[in-house]
């Protein structure tokens, strides 16, 4: 890895890192229903191999 590749992965996360800390309250309700939605897939998704 080069050291331009570095600075810019750093530079990149430190970004995200100070977005997440702006936006907390809205990112983590985004994150929870995220995850709401991919537990109700897999629920319907195993019901539907069931089914079948």
């Known amino acids: 890895m ?3 590749e570095g600075t810019t992965f750093m530079q990149w996360r430190e970004r995200s890192q100070t ?4 936006d ?3 990112m983590r ?3 929870i229903t995220a ?9 319907v998704g195993s019901l ?4 079948s």
């Open 19 to 22: 977005e997440v800390r702006d």
């Open 48 to 51: 539907i191999l069931l089914m």
């Open 2 to 4: 080069s050291e331009g």
């Open 29 to 31: 309700a985004v994150m």
């Open 35 to 43: 995850a709401i939605v991919v537990v109700i897939g897999i629920a």
């Open 24 to 26: 907390r309250p809205k």
